[in-house]
């Protein structure tokens, strides 16, 4: 009965302390790929870099989030969540700090994939932690306020890029990311390893120690555990061999080309979008300092998006609600290319940021859901890791597209027209999630693809 009384303990300081520590990690994740796009317009000027070169910058760390992603998955299934999840946070924030050590474009190529790396490795890992412990009928608001801790992420880059970048110069920039290595140690201190995790791997007494301690934490009155397990557990402690191939068999075959498909245009237009945002707007005649302000005005739409959708998601679901955001984000960012103003350029970028980060929230609630314990971070981290394809391809081709003189509103055309195919994606091959245990959806999945 270990997963039943995980799931009957009473909402209190040990889910919301779980939210910070793991949200902590997504802000510093979001802090560093948000303080590369501030400092790529500097970077283009003072290093005299083509568009192309601009778009490999962005790209290269897009390569190794993908590879992160894929790694950092199967690892989380075999040795931990927590494990891979303080070594991936590690990785990255070292990384990040010899990015201000780069002597020259090739250097700075080789500090930023490994960032990628270590910052797309953390992102499905925390992701499912938090899906494991959050309960039922929270998991999907837990899931996406996990996800709005991007939002504040990138508020903070675009502070330092305006507060300290035209002080100090870019490298300062690099050397305040190195600050999440410290965080490593108050992950050891305050996260306990996944319960599921650890019944699927027969290590049945540390998960009893686990909730023994969370009941003596939230003052619920502990009792004896049963000497078996119950069906649930049985079924988590399966023992079947759980590989890459399993994510196209029969039973999830559908709800991986969903995911698949879902993450790369996700990936695709965030990263070709925010990435080249400053620049973008830098591009229309602003001031470095003014294109900052502006950046920063529309990353602060990011945040009450996310809000919208933490309270719409176990309202009306994950499917609808992802749609819907994505759907909206394609007409956000239609108008935002074609704008001929500034007001009309701050309103609809704020809109899009506001739909755009919403939906990934979402998309970081729905991804976990679809697979069983053995396979989720697996299964997350290959949805992931596809997706930064489209991320990888993304700002190489917009630098090519402005190089060539294509124009914000064709550049922009082309993200609205991909929002709008990956909303329809969602709509057609999704199944609804909310409201079920991560057990009752294993049930309910598997049975209508298997018919």
Not at 91 to 111: D, H, K, P, Q
Request: hydrophobic residues 55%.
């Amino acid at each position: 009965m270990i997963l039943e009384r995980l799931e009957g303990l009473p909402v209190g300081s040990f889910q919301y302390k779980l939210l910070l520590v793991t949200g902590l990690g997504w802000l510093f994740d979001s802090m560093d790929t948000g303080l590369i796009a501030f400092v790529l317009p500097i970077l283009a000027k003072e290093w005299q870099l083509s568009p192309a070169q601009m778009g490999w910058i962005g790209s290269i760390g897009l390569i190794g989030m993908a590879l992160g992603a894929i790694l950092a998955g199967t690892l989380a299934d075999r040795i931990g969540r927590k494990r891979v999840f303080a070594i991936t946070v590690l990785l990255y924030s070292l990384s990040t700090g010899m990015c201000a050590l780069a002597w020259s474009y090739e250097s700075l190529m080789v500090f930023r994939f490994l960032v990628g790396f270590g910052l797309g490795g953390e992102l499905p890992v925390a992701a499912t932690l938090m899906s494991e412990y959050a309960p039922a009928h929270l998991r999907g608001r837990f899931i996406v306020l996990l996800e709005s801790f991007w939002g504040v992420g990138w508020l903070v880059a675009a502070c330092i890029a305006y507060l300290l970048i035209p002080a100090f110069g870019w490298k300062a920039a690099f050397v305040i990311g190195t600050l999440p290595a410290l965080y490593v140690f108050l992950i050891r201190l305050h996260m306990p390893e996944s319960i599921r995790y650890l019944i699927s791997k027969n290590r049945i007494q540390e998960a009893k120690d686990i909730i023994l301690d969370l009941e003596k934490k939230l003052h619920v009155v502990s009792r004896p555990f049963a000497e078996s397990l119950s069906p649930m557990e049985m079924q988590q402690d399966s023992g079947k061999k759980m590989n890459f191939s399993v994510l196209w068999s029969r039973e999830y075959r559908t709800r991986t080309i969903m995911l698949w498909l879902a993450w790369f245009g996700i990936v695709y237009s965030y990263y070709g979008i925010f990435m080249w945002l400053p620049s973008l707007v830098f591009a229309q005649g602003f001031a470095v300092v003014k294109t900052f302000e502006y950046v920063l005005i529309m990353t602060l739409a990011q945040l009450p998006g996310y809000y919208a959708a933490a309270w719409l998601v176990d309202i009306i679901g994950r499917r609808y609600t992802l749609s819907l955001f994505l759907l909206l984000s394609g007409v956000c960012s239609y108008f935002f290319g074609n704008a001929a103003d500034t007001t009309a350029l701050l309103l609809w970028g704020s809109a899009m940021s506001f739909f755009n980060l919403g939906a990934w929230g979402v998309i970081y609630t729905y991804t976990p859901e679809q697979y069983p314990t053995a396979i989720r971070a697996l299964g997350s981290g290959w949805a992931a890791g596809f997706g930064r394809i489209g991320g990888m391809l993304a700002p190489m081709l917009v630098g090519v597209m402005i190089a060539q003189n294509f124009g914000m509103n064709l550049v922009f055309l082309m993200f609205a027209s991909v929002f709008v195919l990956v909303s329809a994606v969602i709509l057609v091959l999704g199944r609804e999630s909310k409201q079920k245990t991560l057990e009752e959806l294993e049930e309910i999945h598997v049975r209508p693809e298997m018919g």
